[in-house]
């Protein structure tokens, strides 16, 4: 199966969270937060979206950061993912 966004929809899978802090602590499991870095996996089409043209400015196999508590989980095959509204990424990791 593949999940195929609508609208100005983007599917992302979020990256792993690093299990040891820069000072070398290692992070039990239950207090780490998930990351808010992940690579987008697939973008919905764009165009008229509550009244508005919305113009897509991620493409897939971008590194994204976005805003904490948005969107919505997705299990899909053993692999999960979100889906956020593009206005929910707040920016382009760039290397």
Do not use: C, H, W
Not at 25 to 47: C, F, M, R, T
Not at 48 to 68: L, R
Not at 69 to 81: A, I, P, Q
Request: net charge negative; hydrophobic share 40%.
């Amino acid at each position: 199966m593949k999940l195929v966004p609508l609208g100005d929809r983007v599917v992302l899978k979020q990256l792993v969270a690093e299990e040891t802090t820069k000072s070398g602590i290692v992070l039990p499991g239950q207090n780490k937060e998930k990351p808010q870095q992940a690579e987008v996996i697939a973008v919905g089409p764009g165009g008229m979206v509550d009244g508005k043209e919305v113009a897509m400015q991620v493409k897939v196999g971008d590194k994204v950061i976005f805003s904490k508590y948005s969107g919505t989980e997705v299990k899909l095959d053993n692999d999960e993912y979100i889906v956020v509204r593009q206005n929910d990424i707040v920016a382009v990791v760039e290397d």
